[in-house]
């Protein structure tokens, strides 16, 4: 394992991310009936989730780590794979995602 992985934020943090991701692939299918108050709260727990990719990807950005660099090719090439063209820039589709989000608040909240 490289050095960046190996510390131990980042190790805690990768936890984390996982952890959201599950919690919320578990609920997004009875996303539509669930009321408004849990709808909520999913979309607050996606928010998070979404922060807590764009610091570990700034994290990424940063490092000179060889599996960092592979990692942060890795999550380009996934983005590819969602449609996004290869010059994506990933602050761009970060806000954008957040916007999103945020619409989807506003339409639950409403």
Known sequence: MSNFFESEIIHNELKE???LQEEIYE????FG???RETKLECIDK????LDK???LYT?????DDPAAI????NLRKSVMLMGFSAD???RTLFNNMKKTIESLKNYVDA
């Open 33 to 35: 009936i669930m009321d």
């Open 17 to 19: 991310i996982n952890n």
């Open 59 to 63: 994290r990424l950005s940063l490092s």
């Open 27 to 30: 609920r997004v299918l009875s």
């Open 53 to 55: 990719q764009e610091i």
């Open 88 to 90: 994506t820039d990933m």
């Open 70 to 73: 592979e990692m942060k090719e």
């Open 46 to 49: 996606l928010s998070t989730l």
